[in-house]
């Protein structure tokens, strides 16, 4: 008997299910209601919804609603610092059971070999990965990566049957000026999902982007934006990270006629906010707390993010889907109870029940650095003002400030008394040497250095500190670290976050994680009065494609004008 034969006599009561879950308040995500009804599950897939006795396990719910799992439809795993099972063992009790990762980061870093470390580890745990191919790494030509995937890389990567589509398109200046590189990418993803990335990005611009064929885009932070991006026909992701929160100035953009053009995502989450607030859920159970309908939070979170990539057999419970289910008592509370991958149960009341798989370390000795010379901080004493860089609260854009700096001497230096630090970021893939230089405003340093290799979207070393003499040791202890995060100051590391695997992430469980972050943040709030996860603000510091400004290996980069300003 098929597999598909044994399924249809499970659905009609011919042949017992693998396992009957009885008395459960089954939400609809297609119909967008709630039904009392037992779910029958066989061979990993729902056979049926309806009157399910036989069985071989029968599971009285006891009227707990009964939800399909969670869909991510936008993250980057390397975000939360942990090793691919480590992520999983986080978020899979949250009731995240498929998430979509443009693994980007690793790959700015590692190339293909990061995409397939990331493909390998995704088949061995109770967590569907599917994966965006990255269109953008580089991110940009202002800044110097690790690796570089041409449109021949992108082909290959879409062969993969895990990679369903093309990640993020961050360069849409290069979208705009018809880049052959850019559009050689998009060409090679058609009739696939295509993300987007267009901060600000409004009118006839907005238009040729979308020509393009790019569908999504997850940047928007005010309701006008989201609303043209809408009416022209984009996806609308709507983030709720951990430096970038737009969910609640973007709620009333979802309405009966919008809800089903809308997604919830992550993005960017922390190990911190992961162990604290969860995953996906937290976006949900913080949307609800806001006013939006618990139905229509779940279709943003399980069956939208499904439909528009494509995996039709998952974000609903109904025959012929995924069992990917997960339980809980109160919908307004959002907290999870149970969670079954494939029908088999993995999580329970926030525990893990599944065992890691072991493997040995990968991608590790990935800091490859020239010596750096102390002379190469110093920023030379120039005429006029001087671009700054200004941190804008809650939000990963910045704004464009002219500042002339503190003199010492030849050199521009740090001021304590107004908040314009120097901001280091010195290249780590190649041995060139190269180091960018700039000043940023909003970081509240009064002594010492942060310092951390994780810098989107190339990771090379970025530092913000005081005096070139804390700069210098901060680089140098992420550089014996082989990659993490460190506070220093008085000539020595406070504390430090190990992080080998690629210079991002971490081998230890997400607790052990956590602890190491706790301190290392905890040593850079005693250095002055810093914004909050202030690692991470730094780490988007050094991205050329979010504006206004930012600093790479290159120099200072304007990012509206696209080019390097200040070396």
């Known amino acids: 008997m098929t597999r598909t034969a044994e399924l249809i006599r499970v659905a009609r009561g011919e042949l017992p299910a693998d396992l009957s879950l009885r008395n459960a308040q089954v939400v609809n995500t297609v119909a967008g209601s709630i039904i009392c009804s037992d779910v029958a599950v066989h061979g990993g897939v729902i056979a049926g919804v309806g009157h399910y006795t036989n069985a071989r396990e ?75 191919a990255p269109s953008c790494v580089p991110a940009s030509p202002l800044e110097s990566s690790g690796a570089d995937l041409g449109p021949s890389a ?225 920023i030379p004493r120039a005429p006029g003002e001087f671009p700054v860089i200004e941190l804008v609260p809650g939000q990963i854009i910045t704004r464009r400030r002219m500042e002339i700096p503190r003199v010492a001497g030849d050199v521009f230096v740090s001021d304590t008394q107004r908040d314009i630090l120097k901001l280091v970021v010195a290249e780590r893939h190649h041995a060139t040497g190269r180091i960018g230089k700039g000043f940023v405003t909003g970081f509240g340093l009064q002594r010492g250095a942060m310092a951390s290799s994780v810098a989107h979207d190339s990771h090379n070393i970025v530092c913000v500190g005081v005096n070139d003499e804390d700069i210098l040791g901060a680089i140098k202890t992420v550089q014996q670290s082989q990659g993490g995060l460190v506070a220093f100051a008085d000539g020595e590391a406070k504390a430090v976050l190990p992080l080998p695997v690629a210079g991002l992430l971490s081998l230890d469980p997400l607790a052990t994680v956590l602890e190491g972050q706790k301190r290392v943040e905890e040593a850079a709030r005693q250095l002055g009065a810093l914004p909050p996860a202030p690692f991470s603000l730094l780490s988007f510091l050094a991205l050329p494609v979010i504006p206004e400004l930012r600093v790479t290996d290159l120099g200072v980069v304007d990012v509206t004008q696209f080019r390097v300003i200040a070396r």
């Not at 707990?64 to 986080?90: C, F, K, N, Q, V």
């Not at 590692?110 to 390998?120: A, P, S, V």
């Not at 990005?201 to 940047?219: K, P, V, W």
């Not at 979170?301 to 109904?318: E, K, M, V």
């Open 154 to 378: 992108i082909r290959s990567l879409l062969a993969e049957p895990s990679v369903i589509g093309l990640g993020e398109v961050m360069n849409y200046p290069g979208v705009l000026s018809q880049s052959t590189d850019v559009l050689e990418k998009l060409e090679a993803a058609r009739g696939k999902p295509i993300d987007g990335h267009a901060p600000g990005l409004r009118g006839q611009d907005l238009n040729a982007y979308l020509a393009a064929g790019i569908m999504s885009d997850h940047e928007c932070t005010t309701l006008e934006e989201a609303e043209e991006k809408l009416r022209k026909g984009m996806y609308l992701m709507i983030r709720e990270g951990s430096s970038e929160k737009n969910l609640e100035t973007l709620l009333p953009v979802i309405t009966h006629e919008t809800h089903s053009r809308c997604m919830f995502v992550v993005d960017d989450r922390s190990a911190t906010d992961l162990a604290h607030e969860g995953d996906l859920d937290h976006v949900v159970r913080k949307a609800i707390s806001l006013g939006l309908d618990p139905i229509r939070a779940i279709q943003l979170a399980t069956i939208n993010p499904a439909q528009y990539f494509r995996l039709h057999d998952r974000g609903a419970i109904s025959p012929g889907k995924v069992a990917h289910l997960i339980t809980m008592r109160d919908l307004n509370r959002f907290v999870v109870d149970r969670v079954f991958h494939a029908g088999k149960l993995v999580a329970e009341r926030g525990r893990a029940l599944f065992t890691l798989p072991e493997g040995p370390a990968e991608l590790t000795d990935t800091i490859r650095m020239a010596p750096v010379d102390p002379d190469a901080l110093k």
């Open 58 to 132: 029968c599971l009285d719910l006891d009227g707990a609603y009964l939800l399909p799992g969670l869909i991510d439809g936008h993250t980057h795993i390397e975000s939360s610092m942990l090793h691919p099972a480590r992520y999983a063992e986080a978020v899979v009790p949250r009731g995240t059971l498929t998430l979509i990762t443009d693994l980007h980061e690793i790959a700015n870093v590692c190339g293909i070999d990061g995409i397939e470390f990331g493909i390998r580890w995704s088949r061995r745990l109770p967590l569907d990965m599917r994966f965006m």
